[in-house]
């Protein structure tokens, strides 16, 4: 699967990363999620906005296949990533993981040093360096999270005894240390302090230059900062008296924010609910 | 705002006040007495094992004649079978405690037939040791019989393994329980973190989760072993009682819990003083063993926090 994931990446570079075709998401019986059509364009930051119970996490959280660790979890449709199915029965969920990394909500550094924060993922993925280029590889991440200057002298250090906002930036130098090409982040900001967050959508917008990046954020202010597409969820009541989750539009973010099509995406993005 | 609208600012009786006063006294002096419990035991053992101190001193903790014809009494042989017996059932139930615990933490199997699991272990805790004792001598010592008899080994029955083996079961649900708890109070996000950079699961499970509850798991580890070391009633069932050191684990031996049971209906004079000198080292043996644990986890965390 390696082979042929990597053999495609190199044909078809350009065009999309993500192709999501005719997605249904349930949970059990219930179904979560509609009817979702999209194509995710590589190098570029799209974000998903919406109101609380319309299905952005679980969309994101199926890029990767981490919603497979719940069990009533399931889904129809195809998600294609470079043209493959992830959820064709060969695909291993570890290798998708690997490729599509992902931080996450709140900072969720491991109980250990920073220096092993970042060499975990490596070393879990077969690094055959030695010392010194993993010394190498875990500044290299370090500095691709602008995280470096304020830890270099204290990478043995617990990852707790950092402040929130290194905390998140450790997450995503762990996440980019197994060198992935998608970059997925769950509200990333949304337990951090304005000048935390500054710095990381600052990081995002390097960042997008070597990575694709999927982002959750309930911050729509965050998403006409940092995305290029912005795509907008909505979730409607059903007969059954739940809810469901689709995509109600989803385009250049200018346009999202600017001239929407959809009159509960202009209703959205004007404050009017959510 | 009308004056109804004011918050009842009415201020607490003088009873109230006197009352908490009360329950904060009568919760300190509660837990000062359980503490003085403990001193005061310790002392009663300390002031009866006098006699024996002042006859054999240290000398007691390394002779190896236990003797009341001749009231000549030393303590190693005990001291090493409550050791040995206390170790090797470690050695048994850490792994096979840990991997339950692991399957446990997981969602391997449904979660109905695992509450379900769970709560049968638990229940190892609750039987009798007298009735583990039973079973050993009705069902564990010929099982082991036929099985060494496998290989042509002479078994006699009870034996330091025997011993071993009961006690491992006993301190089971211990470990387990305890081993669980730790690893299913980890926040998910750290299984996620985990899984996210393509760790598989066992990764995640070896390098992050048991790492993460290590303090936890250890510190079951030492209260079973504590318990494991003062265990009376299925050792002395099962042990031999015999009051020598063997380097061979099939052979009878001894431990000072199980000496206390055998002996003390029966000691007089010097005997009871020696009996009581037994009982002030398992004491501190005991005491040793949950320091110990205080300090390893209280490193471990430190390493993290």
Redesign the interface.
């Known amino acids: 699967m390696v082979e042929q994931v990597a053999a495609q990446t190199n044909q078809t570079k350009t065009s999309t990363v993500f192709k999501i075709e005719d997605c249904d998401i349930y949970y059990g019986s219930y179904k979560a999620v509609r009817d979702v059509s999209m194509e995710i364009p590589p190098n570029q930051i799209t974000s998903f906005i919406g109101p609380s119970g319309c299905g952005k996490s679980t969309i994101l959280r199926c890029l ?1 296949r ?1 919603n497979d ?1 719940i ?1 009533i979890f399931h889904l129809t449709g195809k998600i294609l990533y470079h043209g493959q199915n992830l959820y064709d029965s060969d695909i291993d969920p ?2 998708v ?3 599509i ?2 931080v ?1 909500q ?1 900072p ?5 040093t920073i220096y092993d924060n970042i060499a ?2 490596p070393r ?2 077969g690094f055959k360096g030695d010392t010194d280029e993993m010394d190498a590889l875990v500044e290299r991440s370090l500095k691709r999270a602008v995280l470096w200057d304020e830890v270099k002298d204290k990478l043995q250090e ?1 990852g ?1 005894s950092l402040s929130g906002g290194q905390q998140q930036r450790l ?1 995503i130098a ?2 980019v ?2 060198d992935p090409e998608v970059v997925l982040m769950d509200e990333p900001c949304s337990a951090l302090d304005p000048i935390s967050t500054l710095k990381i959508e600052e990081l995002m917008m390097e960042l997008r230059e070597k990575y694709t990046i999927v982002i959750v954020t309930h911050n729509m202010q965050q998403a006409t900062r940092v995305a290029d597409k912005t795509a907008f969820f909505n979730a409607v009541p059903t007969e059954s008296g739940g809810k469901v989750g689709y995509l109600a539009e989803f385009n250049d973010t200018q346009e999202i924010f600017g001239n929407p099509k959809e009159t509960a995406t202009r209703d959205y993005v004007t404050g009017r609910f959510g | 705002m009308t004056a109804s609208d004011v918050p009842n600012t009415r201020s607490r009786t003088a009873g109230e006040k006197k009352f908490d006063g009360f329950f904060v006294g009568l919760t300190t002096a509660f837990a000062i007495g359980t503490g003085l419990l403990l001193l005061a035991i310790s002392f009663i053992i300390l002031m009866a094992a006098i006699p024996a101190i002042r006859e054999f001193g240290l000398q007691f903790v390394i002779a190896s004649t236990w003797n009341p014809v001749q009231d000549a009494y030393g303590a190693l042989p005990m001291i090493y079978g409550t050791l040995v017996s206390a170790f090797i059932a470690l050695l048994i139930a850490v792994p096979l405690g840990l991997g339950v615990a692991i399957f446990l933490s997981e969602n391997f199997i449904p979660l109905k037939i695992r509450t379900v699991l769970v709560f049968m272990i638990e229940l190892l805790a609750a039987i009798p040791s007298v009735v583990y004792g039973l079973w050993g001598i009705f069902v564990l010592i010929p099982a082991m019989k036929w099985f060494f008899g496998l290989f042509g080994l002479q078994f006699i029955g009870p034996s330091m393994l025997t011993a071993a083996l009961i006690l491992s079961i006993m301190i089971l649900p211990i470990i387990i329980a305890i081993s669980r708890d730790s690893l299913a109070s980890l926040p998910p996000d750290l299984r996620q973190a985990s899984l996210g950079i393509g760790a598989t699961r066992w990764g995640t499970i070896f390098r992050v989760l048991i790492p993460a509850a290590v303090s936890g798991i250890v510190g079951g580890i030492m209260l079973a072993l504590g318990r494991a070391m003062g265990e009376t009633m299925a050792a002395t069932m099962v042990i031999g009682n015999s009051n020598q050191i063997s380097l061979s684990l099939l052979e009878p031996g001894n431990t000072i819990a199980s000496l206390l049971a055998n002996q003390f209906a029966e000691a007089k004079g010097l005997q009871v003083s020696a009996l009581m000198y037994a009982a002030f080292v398992l004491v501190i043996m005991t005491l040793v063993v949950n320091i110990l644990a205080q300090v390893i986890v209280s490193n471990v965390k430190a390493k993290y926090d």
């Open positions: 990767n981490l660790l069990e570890v290798e993981r690997r490729r990394g992902m996450f709140r969720n550094p491991f109980p250990k975990y993922g879990i993925n617990s707790f997450c762990r996440a240390a197994v």
